[in-house]
């Protein structure tokens, strides 16, 4: 059974809309999480590492302030698009991780900005 | 640093054949992983196998293998008797420190 629940899978909204996604590692507590953006046909990009309780740590290139992430607990990321555009459209995955064990992916998030 | 190399962006294989999915790596780390994930064209991440730097044997689950190469630097997938459902894209991964960097991936179709 999925291990990583990610909700929701799939949000149209208009442009300047805040979108949250939501990523729960359901039967571990996962110390740390990774959000991905994959454009279609191509490889999965690693956006953020976020790890519960501390600010996330973003890859070179990532907007802070586009990308909110909040870890709040060992169970629950969030990512929050702020004023979405239609260039943030994207397939967002997130992954949870603990030690001694691969990455668990959610099922993505498919983001369409009008 | 670590980098991930897939060569080939697209196969296609017949039902019931064996399939190798070629992956190369560079890193400067010591101790690294390396994986393979399947994605189908639903977009979830399946993890398939894992292979220690560290392992002197080359891991195997069900109908997938690896063979390692830790002197050439590759990681290739190796999958058995191929069935439709294994049409999807095939990522190669490698990891150190909890961080995945992934190859740009490999498109597996399977004929009838």
């Known amino acids: 059974g999925a291990v990583v629940s990610q909700h929701p899978s799939w949000v149209i909204c208009k442009s300047g809309t805040s979108v949250k996604i939501e990523c729960r590692s359901l039967d571990f507590q996962a110390t740390t999480m990774f959000w991905y953006r994959q454009f279609p046909k191509q490889s999965l990009m690693l956006m953020a590492t976020?790890?519960?309780?501390?600010?996330?740590?973003?890859e070179q290139g990532v907007e802070k302030d586009k990308f909110l992430i909040n870890h709040a607990s060992l169970t629950l990321s969030t990512l929050t698009v702020t004023s979405a555009h239609p260039e943030d459209s994207s397939f967002y995955i997130c992954?949870?991780?603990?030690?001694?064990?691969?990455?668990?992916f959610g099922d993505g998030t498919r983001l369409s900005i009008l | 640093a670590q980098k991930i190399t897939q060569t080939q962006p697209g196969m296609f294989v017949q039902e019931k054949e064996a399939v190798t999915l070629d992956c190369t790596y560079d890193?400067?780390?010591?101790?690294?992983?390396l994986f393979w994930y399947k994605q189908p064209s639903s977009g979830e991440m399946i993890f398939l196998i894992y292979?220690?730097?560290?392992?002197?044997q080359n891991a195997t689950e069900g109908r997938y293998s690896l063979n390692f190469q830790k002197a050439r630097k590759s990681a290739n997938l190796v999958i058995s008797a191929s069935q439709l459902g294994d049409s999807a894209m095939y990522f190669c991964?490698?990891?150190?420190?909890?961080?995945?960097?992934f190859g740009a991936g490999t498109t597996v179709t399977v004929r009838a």
């Open positions: 976020s790890n519960e309780g501390s600010k996330a740590t973003y």
């Open positions: 890193t400067s780390d010591p101790s690294y992983g």
């Open positions: 991964a490698i990891g150190g420190d909890y961080k995945l960097s």
């Open positions: 292979q220690g730097s560290y392992d002197q």
């Open positions: 992954s949870a991780s603990r030690r001694d064990q691969p990455q668990h």
